[in-house]
């Protein structure tokens, strides 16, 4: 027992003192220093400040905007290619050449990614080229600066994520049980809605909380794609480290942004719990 | 129906394929400014990058902060793994879930806790200062693919191990690694990975002599596009496909298979 117990310790030792030393007190000295006021005493104004300022309210709202959007994008996106791929895809060759695509823009920087739409959607880019010429629009459409050029970014970081959550809830589904609906008459529309949806229902929570919780706490995408004219909430954070110099200010921006973010995940993890035994021990 | 969500499905995979293949054609053209589609085909772009002294300095530093994160991270992983698979302790579910916790964190908010931290130790701006973030955020990649890979059955391989008479470690390197092999070497793939394309991150700590691909990336495209850029990027994309491919290879991706 005790000789387990030295085991443990060694074991231990290393993966604990360096978690410790460079993720929990870093986090605590943000923690700290979050509640404390320019003169070094303990104070809510930093948190009274984010909640009493106007502007703070407005990047709030369109960082969640964002976030609020590109969940639901990537939803209505996610769910046919997830289906796509399951259900739809016989090939297996075709499948898997399907999943390197999908993965592949997750093995690569946010830089990387972000730059390619950020030439895609310049004026002279290939999205206004094809908008002009194929007569949508009179003249070029500005979308670098604009929310919808962040949200056309984001969706394309996040999608990814999306399509692998609902994807697994899906491949979970018997689809035996899809045929027994057919069989009793109900029509493709209705065996969806009450029978496949539901059973995937936790996935597509799942993937819209970590979806949301990352379009949240994004950086590198919107400020590479606001071009500085739109601002969100973790770039407000950004700037009070690198040039504001308020850490104690940044310290409760950076807390806010965390708390949102463990909160969602919170939820996500509690969600993606199956929720009925009886249809998954087949 | 089938023909709808085919059509949405393969749109989207089109959208998702769409700017790599723009950042890779971009880097072939033959003018001064980034056109797609390329006009010329020309490898011109690539050789400015690697007479680049500063790019080839911080692809340097991006792959040594990598490769050495990856390996602190196995160091801390592997014995943190052996401890929760195989043995049973108080605190067992709240210490897995704080090793595991770096993964949900949102970068920015590491690098500034970091960069605070860091100032007053005077771990700032130098490469340990780089590392232990890095190590950081890729140990629960390495941990999460390695814990699966831990079984029941094997308990009883490494007994008979130490009763044939083996010490404790050789029972380890002769038994237990070559049966988590796979997992840690995906693993250590993702956490390679996710070192190499850290922006959030490095940028609290990177400077004009010390910094990383994706920093100097990020900070070059905020004020100007060129084609030499799309060539550091496509030297990344290609990377990452040789990566994929990899662990194809290695572990076989089965992502979304029926079964």
Redesign the interface.
């Known amino acids: 027992m005790s000789q387990s117990r030295t085991t443990i310790l060694w074991l231990l030792a290393f993966p604990v003192c360096l978690l410790t030393a460079f993720f929990v007190m870093p986090l605590s000295v943000v923690l700290i220093s979050s509640f404390t006021s320019g003169e070094g005493q303990f104070t809510f104004g930093q948190y009274g400040r984010i909640l009493l300022d106007s502007y703070h309210w407005d990047v709030i709202l369109v960082t969640f905007r964002l976030a609020v959007l590109s969940t639901l994008i990537c939803v209505l996106l996610g769910y046919p290619l997830a289906w796509y791929l399951v259900r739809i895809v016989k090939w297996r060759s075709w499948r898997r050449a399907c999943v390197i695509l999908l993965i592949l823009p997750l093995f690569t920087s946010n830089i990387v990614r972000s730059f390619g739409w950020m030439i895609l959607l310049g004026r002279t880019g290939l999205v206004n080229e094809f908008l002009v010429s194929f007569g949508f629009v009179d003249r070029p459409l500005r979308f670098l600066g604009t929310e919808t050029g962040i949200l056309i970014g984001l969706v394309y970081i996040l999608l990814p994520f999306m399509v692998l959550t609902i994807g697994n809830a899906l491949a979970k589904v018997d689809p035996a049980l899809e045929q027994a609906s057919r069989d009793l008459g109900a029509g493709s529309a209705r065996t969806f809605f009450s029978i496949t949806f539901p059973l995937t229902a936790h996935g597509v929570l799942a993937g819209g909380i970590i979806v949301f919780s990352m379009a949240i706490s994004a950086y590198v995408t919107p400020a590479l794609l606001s071009g500085g004219k739109v601002t969100v909430l973790a770039m407000l954070a950004f700037q009070q480290y690198s040039t504001v110099f308020d850490f104690n200010y940044g310290g409760a921006l950076s807390i806010t942004l965390l708390v949102f973010t463990i909160a969602l995940i919170g939820i996500a993890s509690w969600l993606a719990k199956p929720r009925t035994p009886e249809l998954e021990g087949k | 129906?089938?023909m709808?969500?085919?059509l949405?499905?393969?749109l989207?995979?089109g959208?998702?394929?769409?700017?790599?293949v723009?950042?890779i054609g971009?880097s072939l053209t033959d003018t001064r400014f980034?056109a797609?589609p390329p006009q010329g085909v020309t490898l011109e772009w690539y050789n400015v990058i690697l007479r680049d002294p500063t790019y080839i300095n911080s692809f340097m530093i991006s792959a040594l902060l990598a490769a050495a994160a990856t390996l602190?991270a196995i160091?801390?992983?592997v014995?943190?793994a052996?401890?929760i698979s195989r043995?049973d302790?108080k605190g067992k579910a709240m210490?897995s879930a704080?090793?595991l916790?770096?993964l949900?964190?949102?970068?920015?908010?590491?690098g500034?806790?970091?960069?605070?931290?860091?100032a007053?130790i005077g771990l700032i701006q130098n490469f340990p200062a780089l590392l232990?973030?890095h190590?950081?955020i890729v140990?629960p990649f390495v941990l999460r693919t390695l814990l699966p890979q831990f079984s029941r059955d094997q308990v009883s391989l490494e007994e008979a191990s130490r009763d044939l008479g083996a010490s404790a470690w050789s029972t380890f390197f002769l038994v237990t690694l070559p049966q988590i092999r796979s997992g840690l070497i995906s693993g250590a793939i993702f956490a390679f990975?996710t070192s190499?394309?850290?922006?959030?991150l490095s940028?609290?700590n990177t400077t004009a002599e010390l910094n990383t691909i994706?920093v100097q990336?990020?900070n070059y495209?905020?004020y100007s596009?060129d084609p030499s850029?799309?060539a550091v990027?496509s030297i990344?994309?290609l990377a990452?496909?040789a990566?994929?491919?990899l662990i194809?290879w290695l572990i076989g991706?089965n992502?979304?298979?029926?079964q």
């Open positions: 129906m089938t709808v969500v085919r949405i499905a393969l989207t995979l959208y998702l394929v769409l700017p790599l723009v950042v971009g980034l797609f602190v160091l801390a992983a014995p943190a052996i401890a043995y302790f210490l704080l090793l916790s770096p949900v964190l949102p970068h920015i908010v590491l500034a806790a970091l960069l605070q931290y860091g007053s232990v973030g190590t950081v140990t990975i190499f394309i850290n922006v959030e940028i609290f994706p990336l990020f495209v905020q596009v850029i799309a990027s990344t994309i990452a496909v990566a994929i491919i194809d991706l992502f979304l298979s029926d």
